[in-house]
């Protein structure tokens, strides 16, 4: 088996699939972890996602939403912001 894929590594990976898919499709944790365990094979496992998805919404990276079922996404930015 290769050497594991680091936290950091899976987690950045994860922030650019939330990114390409904003405003196409909400991604939810499930949709991640298979999309990690798909581009880095036996090198990841759903403990490091869960890991790597607790670091991106502890960092505010990305936040949770709630629209009948849970969903990661980048933070909405208030009109205030733009």
Known sequence: ???PASVD??????Y???KAA???KKLKPGDLTKMMIE????????KLC????R???ESERCVYTYFGG????LPHKEGAEN
Do not use: C, H, T, W
């Open 70 to 73: 849970s969903f990661i996404e």
């Open 16 to 18: 650019q699939q939330v």
């Open 39 to 46: 581009l880095f094979g036996d090198r990841v496992d759903k």
């Open 22 to 24: 904003q405003g196409q």
């Open 55 to 57: 670091k991106l919404i």
């Open 9 to 14: 590594e899976v987690a950045e990976a994860m």
């Open 1 to 3: 088996m290769s050497e």
């Open 50 to 53: 869960k890991k790597a998805i």
